[in-house]
Structure formats: C-alpha cells, structure tokens
C-alpha cells in the first residue's frame, strides 16, 4: 500500500478542483480538509484494487452534502449579501463568473459536471455516488454543460458584476 | 474568453472535449492552496491520533535525510542513497500506510541533529522508536549508543561488547540494517584494521561523519 502522502500528492488537486466546482470558494476548503481527514482514517481499509479517485470523490460528495446543509442552517439571508466579486479581480476568475454560473445549476447538474469533466468518472461511477441510473448521470452532466454554454461567460456587464 | 493559466488543456476539460474550455479560469493546479490544505490536513491528523508517520527531508552535510517518527518517537533515519520513495514505501508497509509530510512532529529531532553537523552536539537526547529492529540487533543497536563521540569501536570488539564474539558478521548486519543511522551511531563501528568499512549511507557518508567527529 502506498503512503497516503502520495494518495494526497497525486490527487489532492483534483479534489479541490471538485470541491470548488461543487461548493464554490467559500466552503471548498473546508469539504477538502474534511474529505482528506475522513480518507486518512479509513485508508489502510481500501482494498488494494479499489479506484482511488472515485473513492475519494465519493467522500467528497458525502463531505459537500454535509457541509451545505450546515452552509443552510447559517442564519445568512442570502438576498442582502452582495454579489460576490471575483478574489483576484480578474473578471473572469472562477470564483466570479464561473462559480454564479455553476451555483445556478441544479445541484445534480453541478455535481455531474465536476465529477465526469473535473474529476474524470465515467457515468456508471457517477451513478454510484449520487443515485439513479449511468444514463441519467449522463444527461445531468449534458443538460449541465448546456446550461452553462448559456449563462457563462457572456453574462458579465462591463463592471466586472453578474446578475 | 481570457485564460488565466496554461492548464486546461491536460484535462478532460480540453477543447476537444464537450466541455471545451469551460473550465479553463478554475485552475488545476492551486500549490498555495493546497500547501496551506496539506498543513491543516496533518495538523488535523496529528489532533486526533491518526497521523502514524510523520516525516521530513533535511539537508545536511551527509546529504538529505529522511527523518521519520511515530507517535513513540524517531523510527527511521535513511539517507538519500537509500532511496526516500522506497524507504517510505517500507513504512507503509512495516508500520501504517497512514504516512504524512509533516515537519513539525521533527522539529526537536532536526534541530538536533543540525547542532551535531554544526559541530554543536555530541549526544543525542530524543525519544527513539525501535520497533524497526529486532532481536540480537536490536541488542548491538543499543550498545552502539555507549560508544562516545569521536570514539570507534571495531567489528569484533562490538561482538564481544554484546556477549557474542564471534558475531561479527551479525554485528556487520545489525550495523548495516540500522533504522536510526547518524542518531545511533553505527558510523563509528569500523574495520581492525582502521578503516572505515561499510556504510548504508555509502562510504563518503561515513567519512564526513568521522572526520566531523574527529575534528571536534
């Protein structure tokens, strides 16, 4: 079995990667640090034959769920937060347009376009961690990328602002 | 559409993909993001008892050395020669494949054996891990540490020291499978004829600690 520091090396990027396209940059971290940790206590269990990134994306996707239901019982009315700008000021940054664009999503949508685009699962595996059928998985992530094409990037004012 | 780093094309998410460039202004790779992650990640691990090795490199005048330690204590010292991928492979292996790049569990250790190479240090004064050594070597092992600095002792005269004189080739093995070099001192163990003999950190490893030792 390899050391976990590899497991960590090899892959952390692309769970982050997830975890922003699924969460946005607020709550990415924290669902990385929790996925991570959980992975670490249950590693020596994995048995040798197992498809690590599908199991890491399956904690991951566990870790999402739980942080957004914590994200939703904050007392934040969401109304009154302004827009969020972009960290880098870059209009275009990720954690601008890209992360409005993907919050828009349904979050089955969101989910299978990280998990088959980001995270490279194929559908069957997809279908595994979030329910329902290979062939469903394949839509949500199809119906998924066809959303964005309309709303990201032209939906950006020259301010630098979505709406 | 700008693209903010030369990444996206490595992935799925590559023109010639469904996806196309979507994806492109969320980046691949984040090292900052992720160095701050890996250092939560181990601190985490540390706070509740499931980072099983910690370990870290150190540049010295011997080269690099993997410094490794369990919650008992340093378990494994090896040099660059040793090969640091394989070693940690083996502590996966022999201990917990609960392994981290974690510096901090070796502070103590590091600025320890940094003092010795300054020429700083004589002893060292760490809690040790043994659990890599067994039996008669184990036994060789812990006779070493009498062994004083600047101070060698010969092969035959190890094997009488530890009860068995005529283990000398024993005492060579004990000595080359060492788990904890440079902390516990095989280096000074060395041919009758005073030469230095064999070393698992090779021989140019051996002589610095020697003239590092004997010029103090």
């Given at each position: 079995?390899?050391?976990f520091?590899?497991?960590?090396?090899?892959?952390?990027?692309?769970?982050?990667?997830?975890?922003?396209?699924?969460?946005?940059?607020?709550?990415?971290?924290?669902?990385?640090?929790?996925?991570?940790?959980?992975?670490?206590?249950?590693?020596?269990e994995?048995?040798?034959?197992?498809n690590?990134?599908?199991?890491?994306?399956?904690?991951?996707?566990r870790?999402?769920?739980?942080?957004?239901?914590?994200?939703?019982?904050?007392?934040?009315?969401?109304?009154?937060?302004?827009?969020?700008?972009?960290?880098?000021?870059?209009?275009?940054?990720?954690?601008?347009?890209?992360?409005?664009?993907?919050?828009?999503?349904?979050?089955?949508q969101?989910?299978?376009?990280?998990?088959?685009?980001?995270?490279?699962?194929?559908?069957?595996?997809?279908?595994?961690?979030?329910?329902?059928?290979?062939?469903?998985?394949?839509?949500?992530?199809?119906?998924?990328?066809?959303?964005?094409?309309?709303?990201?990037?032209?939906?950006?004012?020259?301010?630098?602002?979505?709406? | 559409?700008?693209?903010?780093?030369?990444?996206?094309?490595?992935?799925?998410?590559?023109?010639?993909?469904?996806?196309?460039?979507?994806?492109?202004?969320?980046?691949?790779?984040?090292?900052?993001?992720?160095?701050?992650?890996?250092e939560?990640?181990?601190?985490?691990?540390?706070?509740?008892?499931?980072?099983?090795v910690?370990?870290?490199?150190?540049?010295?005048?011997?080269?690099?050395?993997?410094?490794?330690?369990?919650?008992?204590?340093?378990?494994?010292?090896?040099?660059?020669v040793?090969?640091?991928?394989?070693?940690?492979?083996?502590?996966?292996?022999?201990?917990?494949?609960?392994?981290?790049?974690?510096?901090?569990?070796?502070?103590?250790?590091?600025?320890?054996?940094?003092?010795?190479?300054?020429?700083?240090?004589?002893?060292?004064?760490?809690?040790?891990?043994?659990?890599?050594?067994?039996?008669?070597?184990?036994?060789?092992?812990?006779?070493?540490?009498?062994?004083?600095?600047?101070?060698?002792?010969?092969?035959?005269?190890?094997?009488?020291?530890?009860?068995?004189?005529?283990?000398?080739?024993?005492?060579?093995?004990?000595?080359?499978?060492?788990?904890?070099?440079?902390?516990?001192?095989?280096?000074?163990?060395?041919?009758?004829?005073?030469?230095?003999?064999?070393?698992?950190?090779?021989a140019?490893?051996?002589?610095?600690?020697?003239?590092?030792?004997?010029?103090?």
């Amino acid at each position: 079995m390899q050391p976990f520091e590899q497991i960590v090396a090899g892959h952390g990027a692309m769970v982050l990667r997830v975890c922003r396209a699924v969460l946005g940059p607020d709550d990415a971290e924290d669902a990385w640090s929790e996925t991570f940790l959980s992975a670490l206590k249950a590693y020596p269990e994995l048995p040798p034959d197992a498809n690590v990134e599908a199991w890491l994306v399956t904690i991951a996707h566990r870790k999402a769920i739980d942080v957004t239901r914590a994200a939703a019982r904050r007392p934040t009315p969401v109304e009154t937060v302004p827009e969020r700008v972009s960290r880098t000021g870059r209009p275009d940054d990720w954690d601008g347009d890209l992360w409005n664009a993907l919050r828009a999503l349904p979050a089955r949508q969101r989910q299978a376009v990280a998990y088959h685009y980001l995270a490279g699962l194929p559908y069957k595996e997809i279908a595994a961690i979030s329910g329902g059928s290979a062939d469903a998985a394949r839509r949500a992530a199809a119906d998924g990328i066809k959303n964005l094409r309309t709303t990201y990037p032209r939906v950006i004012d020259p301010m630098g602002a979505t709406r | 559409m700008m693209t903010t780093s030369a990444s996206a094309s490595a992935s799925g998410s590559g023109s010639g993909s469904p996806a196309g460039h979507l994806f492109d202004t969320l980046p691949e790779q984040d090292a900052p993001a992720l160095e701050r992650l890996r250092e939560r990640l181990s601190a985490q691990a540390q706070r509740e008892g499931v980072l099983d090795v910690a370990y870290r490199t150190l540049a010295t005048p011997a080269g690099d050395l993997l410094l490794a330690a369990t919650e008992q204590g340093l378990v494994k010292v090896a040099f660059a020669v040793q090969d640091h991928d394989r070693v940690l492979q083996q502590l996966a292996g022999a201990i917990s494949p609960r392994v981290l790049s974690s510096p901090k569990r070796l502070d103590e250790t590091s600025r320890q054996i940094e003092e010795y190479f300054a020429g700083e240090r004589t002893r060292f004064e760490l809690t040790l891990d043994w659990r890599l050594s067994k039996g008669f070597r184990r036994e060789v092992l812990a006779h070493l540490q009498d062994i004083g600095y600047g101070r060698t002792e010969s092969y035959a005269q190890v094997a009488a020291a530890s009860g068995r004189p005529r283990a000398v080739r024993a005492v060579g093995t004990a000595c080359a499978t060492n788990p904890l070099p440079v902390v516990v001192p095989c280096h000074r163990v060395v041919r009758s004829d005073g030469s230095a003999g064999g070393y698992a950190g090779g021989a140019d490893a051996k002589r610095v600690l020697l003239s590092l030792e004997t010029a103090a």
